[in-house]
Structures are given as structure tokens and as C-alpha cells.
């Protein structure tokens, strides 16, 4: 009578400890209904689903709101892509283990453990001790899973926000702001160095504004948290940045979207950068040339990861090409052959679902907009000249054939921009496009 008392007992505890288990390991609820911004304006409401660069919503009315993803404010994209990318973890496993099987392991050594008392002090039989062994087992097991989860972000200090306004102030052309989350970066997406001289590989592209500003400005995470997979740059992110200057220009992944080092080829100017296919200016090659103007010592950007990018050292690089530094922060730096710089990013990032390796890239990310049918390549066409003309407006010139060709461009104040072709004979055509 006594034994089927225990066993009753030890089943009991051992349902309950197991149901429990998956109750705490459940996600459970929705927990989505928040304020979003919207093109600049908040909307109460639920997040139900993404899909297709559109995100869905339950207003407080109970009615569907539907909006493109590039509409909501980075910090909202970053929130609607995490969700993305675990929901999309979910399916592709059938069920969690971490957190389920830490607590049924924990639930079930505890129980064995529990019986073995019982029944050894009840019956005096050395046979139950080992009930408990097994139960400890079951214990050790939790226990070691559970460190292994270990949230590190603890483990890197926060950046110091004031800091980052003084290197990014260091550039008038430049704002910044923040909020519990994001460090923003706002600029126009022209720097104010030269552009454009020296590429002799051309996509026929010339830079033009593009309004990185209020929701389409670039978030930089305040608080950086080390990646225990850190993405290689050589198999990833050949799409979009992957750092912002100090200057508030986007710069790349050295290599171009067909996994080109962009500077070998030829496709960059003499400050490491060029034109993308919406005429957008940003570099491929870490900008040390900055570092007269953020002055020595400091970094001349920050990667999308949260952690500064730095020029050379003498210090030993890990295999990232960064460091832990003494103030047990993490940093990048600057070497002068490939890969340049992030060799990996070392940072946890949110990847868009929408891409896939190579070309995927990390979200949020600021959108660029064209204004004019992306062209090919101009094979044999060397730039030679560029130069401002007047208020947003520039002439660029190439050589073809030992011969002069002249790009003269620019835009209003409504927003309506002018391509002028001048050919070495002295006859032009003449484009223009709305934006």
C-alpha cells in the first residue's frame, strides 16, 4: 500500500512537472499589440503577420492595416524581421528543445531524486540510491544546458551614445539620434570629399541624394551582443551595408554582388567607393582617409552590429579582424589587402527572410531610391574628372577610346533631375526623370 502511495506521488509530481515544462517553454500569446510608426505616425494595433514586403496589422477597431515593410520606422522593421526570422525558425524545426527539454530533464531528475529519498529511508534498500544517481544525471544535464544558453550580451558594455554624436558630429552633413534601442544616422548620401575619379570598370552610375533621414535612417544597436555563429563577409551580405561611415555613407561588403573584390577589379574610385544601381554613392573599402577629420584613435565607423570600425593596428586581430579591447568592448580594424575589414561579422544581426546567401542583408537597412533605368557596364571607359558645378549639381568626365565624353546632372528643389550627354563632337542628348 505503501509503495503504490509513492508511486502515486512520484507520477503526480512527475505529470505536473512535465506539463509545466511545456507551458513555460511555450512562447505563448501574441504580446504584439503596440505602438507602430508608420510613415512618421503611430498606429496602435497588432502585428499579425509578414508577408511578400508586407506587413499586416489588427488596429484597436479590429480592422486589417496593411503597409509595406520600408514604410515602418527602422526600430519597427528590426521588431517585425526578429518575429519573421523566429517564426521561421519554429517551422523548420518541429518542436523547441532548449528551454522544454531543460525544464522535462529538471522536472524528471528532481522527481527520481525525490523517489529515491522516499523509498530508501522508507525500505532501507541501497537498490533506490540509484534512482537518485539517475535523477542527478537528469539535473546535470539541465544545469548544463542552461549555461550553455547564457544570454552574453551582458558580456560587452552598451556604446556610449555621446561618444557616438561626437564622432558622427565631427561631419556637418550629419544627424544623429537615439532611443533605447538604436543609435540613427541621417545624412543625404553625398559626402563632401571628390567622388567618382579613378574607376576604370563603370556601371555608367553617378551619385546622387538619397534622404537617409527620420524612418529610413541608418540604426546602429546600442547595446551589441557577440554572435556565437558570426557570419563570413566572403559567403554573405553581398547586399546591402554592413557599416555606416562616420560621414553617414553606407559602406559594403568588399565584394560586389557576383563575389568580385570590387577594388581589384576596378570598379572604385580613389576614396573606395562607387555609385550602386540607383545612383547611390557608398563605400567598398573601409574609409581611412575620415580618420584626419574623427581624428587618431577613433573609429571611422560603425558596423551594423553595434561594434566600431577602426584603422590599422599593431595589435593582434582574430580571425574577424577585430579585437576585445580593454575595456572589454569588441572593435574592428583596418588591414590594406583583402578582406580589408570585417572578415565576419561579429556581431548578432537580424538577417531579411526575403534574401538568401550570398546576397542576403542585414535589416534594418536604410532603402535607397533611383530615379533613372539602372545601365550596364561602359567597357573601356575610365573616369578622369569629377567635380561640383553649382547647387546639386555636377559634371563627370570619362575617357573611351582616347576620347572625352562629359555627364553634366543635377536636381531641384522638386525634385526633377537633368542627365546631360555631351559626346567628343560636341552633340548632347538630354534626360530627365521625376523622382
Same mark, same amino acid.
Given at each position: 500500500?505503501?509503495?503504490?502511495?509513492?508511486?502515486?506521488?512520484?507520477?503526480?509530481?512527475?505529470?505536473?512537472?512535465?506539463?509545466?515544462?511545456?507551458?513555460?517553454?511555450?512562447?505563448?500569446?501574441?504580446?504584439?499589440?503596440?505602438?507602430?510608426?508608420?510613415?512618421?505616425?503611430?498606429?496602435?494595433?497588432?502585428?499579425?503577420?509578414?508577408?511578400?514586403?508586407?506587413?499586416?496589422?489588427?488596429?484597436?477597431?479590429?480592422?486589417?492595416?496593411?503597409?509595406?515593410?520600408?514604410?515602418?520606422?527602422?526600430?519597427?522593421?528590426?521588431?517585425?524581421?526578429?518575429?519573421?526570422?523566429?517564426?521561421?525558425?519554429?517551422?523548420?524545426?518541429?518542436?523547441?528543445?532548449?528551454?522544454?527539454?531543460?525544464?522535462?530533464?529538471?522536472?524528471?531528475?528532481?522527481?527520481?531524486?525525490?523517489?529515491?529519498?522516499?523509498?530508501?529511508?522508507?525500505?532501507?534498500?541501497?537498490?533506490?540510491?540509484?534512482?537518485?544517481?539517475?535523477?542527478?544525471?537528469?539535473?546535470?544535464?539541465?544545469?548544463?544546458?542552461?549555461?550553455?544558453?547564457?544570454?552574453?550580451?551582458?558580456?560587452?558594455?552598451?556604446?556610449?551614445?555621446?561618444?557616438?554624436?561626437?564622432?558622427?558630429?565631427?561631419?556637418?552633413?550629419?544627424?544623429?539620434?537615439?532611443?533605447?534601442?538604436?543609435?540613427?544616422?541621417?545624412?543625404?548620401?553625398?559626402?563632401?570629399?571628390?567622388?567618382?575619379?579613378?574607376?576604370?570598370?563603370?556601371?555608367?552610375?553617378?551619385?546622387?541624394?538619397?534622404?537617409?533621414?527620420?524612418?529610413?535612417?541608418?540604426?546602429?544597436?546600442?547595446?551589441?551582443?557577440?554572435?556565437?555563429?558570426?557570419?563570413?563577409?566572403?559567403?554573405?551580405?553581398?547586399?546591402?551595408?554592413?557599416?555606416?561611415?562616420?560621414?553617414?555613407?553606407?559602406?559594403?561588403?568588399?565584394? !560586389?554582388?557576383?563575389?568580385?573584390?570590387? !577594388?581589384?577589379?576596378?570598379?572604385?574610385?580613389?576614396?573606395?567607393?562607387?555609385?550602386?544601381?540607383?545612383?547611390?554613392?557608398?563605400?567598398?573599402?573601409?574609409?581611412?582617409?575620415?580618420?584626419?577629420?574623427?581624428?587618431?584613435?577613433?573609429?571611422?565607423?560603425?558596423?551594423?552590429?553595434?561594434?566600431?570600425?577602426?584603422?590599422?593596428?599593431?595589435?593582434?586581430?582574430?580571425?574577424?579582424?577585430?579585437?576585445?579591447?580593454?575595456?572589454?568592448?569588441?572593435?574592428?580594424?583596418?588591414?590594406?589587402?583583402?578582406?580589408?575589414?570585417?572578415? +565576419?561579422?561579429?556581431?548578432?544581426?537580424?538577417?531579411?527572410?526575403?534574401?538568401?546567401?550570398?546576397? !542576403?542583408?542585414?535589416?534594418?537597412?536604410?532603402?535607397?531610391?533611383?530615379?533613372?533605368?539602372?545601365? +550596364?557596364?561602359?567597357?573601356?571607359?575610365?573616369?578622369?574628372?569629377?567635380?561640383?558645378?553649382?547647387?546639386?549639381?555636377?559634371?563627370?568626365?570619362?575617357?573611351?577610346?582616347?576620347?572625352?565624353?562629359?555627364?553634366?546632372?543635377?536636381?531641384?528643389?522638386?525634385?526633377?533631375?537633368?542627365?546631360?550627354?555631351? !559626346?567628343?563632337?560636341?552633340?548632347?542628348?538630354?534626360?530627365?526623370?521625376?523622382?
Amino acid at each position: 500500500m505503501l509503495k503504490q502511495n509513492i508511486m502515486k506521488y512520484f507520477l503526480t509530481i512527475l505529470v505536473y512537472l512535465t506539463f509545466h515544462s511545456f507551458i513555460y517553454a511555450h512562447d505563448g500569446g501574441h504580446h504584439n499589440n503596440k505602438t507602430w510608426t508608420i510613415n512618421d505616425e503611430p498606429l496602435k494595433a497588432e502585428l499579425l503577420k509578414y508577408e511578400n514586403g508586407k506587413v499586416f496589422f489588427l488596429n484597436q477597431e479590429r480592422e486589417l492595416i496593411a503597409c509595406d515593410l520600408e514604410a515602418l520606422s527602422p526600430k519597427d522593421r528590426k521588431v517585425v524581421m526578429g518575429r519573421q526570422t523566429k517564426i521561421l525558425n519554429i517551422n523548420q524545426s518541429e518542436f523547441k528543445t532548449n528551454d522544454s527539454f531543460e525544464i522535462l530533464f529538471l522536472g524528471f531528475g528532481t522527481s527520481l531524486l525525490l523517489l529515491s529519498i522516499v523509498l530508501f529511508f522508507k525500505q532501507r534498500r541501497k537498490l533506490h540510491l540509484s534512482y537518485g544517481v539517475l535523477g542527478l544525471i537528469f539535473i546535470t544535464i539541465s544545469a548544463c544546458n542552461k549555461d550553455d544558453s547564457i544570454d552574453t550580451s551582458t558580456d560587452i558594455p552598451s556604446n556610449d551614445i555621446s561618444y557616438m554624436q561626437s564622432i558622427f558630429g565631427a561631419f556637418s552633413e550629419v544627424s544623429t539620434s537615439s532611443d533605447e534601442t538604436y543609435f540613427y544616422v541621417s545624412s543625404n548620401g553625398i559626402p563632401t570629399h571628390n567622388m567618382m575619379v579613378g574607376i576604370t570598370n563603370w556601371q555608367q552610375q553617378v551619385p546622387i541624394n538619397h534622404e537617409y533621414s527620420g524612418s529610413n535612417s541608418w540604426a546602429i544597436p546600442i547595446q551589441p551582443v557577440l554572435s556565437d555563429n558570426p557570419l563570413s563577409t566572403q559567403t554573405n551580405l553581398l547586399k546591402g551595408a554592413i557599416s555606416i561611415a562616420a560621414n553617414g555613407i553606407p559602406i559594403f561588403n568588399p565584394l !560586389n554582388n557576383r563575389a568580385e573584390d570590387a !577594388n581589384a577589379i576596378g570598379e572604385l574610385d580613389q576614396w573606395g567607393g562607387h555609385c550602386g544601381r540607383a545612383d547611390d554613392y557608398h563605400y567598398h573599402l573601409p574609409p581611412t582617409h575620415l580618420q584626419t577629420t574623427v581624428g587618431a584613435g577613433n573609429p571611422i565607423a560603425y558596423a551594423v552590429d553595434g561594434f566600431p570600425l577602426y584603422g590599422e593596428t599593431t595589435e593582434q586581430l582574430d580571425e574577424y579582424l577585430g579585437r576585445i579591447n580593454d575595456n572589454g568592448g569588441y572593435q574592428y580594424h583596418t588591414i590594406n589587402q583583402y578582406p580589408y575589414f570585417i572578415a +565576419g561579422m561579429r556581431g548578432v544581426v537580424t538577417l531579411d527572410p526575403n534574401t538568401s546567401a550570398p546576397e !542576403n542583408q542585414i535589416i534594418p537597412q536604410a532603402m535607397t531610391q533611383g530615379v533613372r533605368p539602372a545601365l +550596364g557596364p561602359l567597357v573601356g571607359a575610365s573616369i578622369t574628372s569629377f567635380q561640383s558645378t553649382g547647387t546639386n549639381s555636377y559634371s563627370l568626365t570619362y575617357s573611351l577610346n582616347n576620347e572625352s565624353y562629359i555627364v553634366n546632372y543635377g536636381w531641384d528643389n522638386n525634385a526633377l533631375y537633368t542627365y546631360e550627354f555631351i !559626346n567628343p563632337n560636341g552633340s548632347s542628348t538630354t534626360e530627365t526623370y521625376q523622382r
